[in-house]
Structures are given as C-alpha cells and as structure tokens.
C-alpha cells in the first residue's frame, strides 16, 4: 500500500512537472517566433541601408562634381554682379555648368 501511495505521488508529481514544461515550451515557441520575426525585420532595414550606401557610393563622383561646378557657378555669378570684364565668358561658363547640373539630375530620374 506504501508504495502504491508513493507511486502515485511520484506520478502526480510528474504529470505537474510535464504540464510546466509544456507551458515553459508554449512560451518559447512564442519568443521564438517573435524573435524570427523580428531578425526577418531587421535584414530587410539592413539591405534598404545597404542599396542605400550602394547608391551614395555609386554616384559619389557624379554629386561631387555636381557640387563642385555648382560652386564655382555661383562664384561666377557673384563675379558678374560685382563687374567682372570677362562678363561673356562668365555665362559661357555658366551655361556649360547647367548643362552638367541637367545631366546629373536625370541620371537621378532615370536610376
């Protein structure tokens, strides 16, 4: 009678001890997937950074002169209005310059 007694604890002391491991799994399962969606979430933020980075790159040259006859645009420009004598070749120069700035501006459009 003892040990059926103590068999019957030591079964019912079991069963408790799988039903927390089921909850403890349940639980688990869930992070898990919660996790998986969120690293699934995090990979897709990274490859947008990373074509991003990629585009910056690519037309790093292409801004940069952008920038750079831009400058020396408007310091032709504030040439002409304080008087410059090579007034001609000044818009000659600016002219050449817009066509750049048209150029760059629609490899943007088009990429």
Partial sequence: ADKRATDAKALSDKQGAKADMEGDLEVKSAEK???EKELVATGKYISSLHSQCDWLIQYYDVR???RT???DALEKAVGILRGADDFEFALLQLDTSHAR???FLSRQHAA
């Fill in 64 to 66: 940069k002169e952008a």
């Fill in 69 to 71: 006859d831009e400058t």
């Fill in 33 to 35: 997937k919660s996790s």
């Fill in 101 to 103: 700035a048209r150029k």
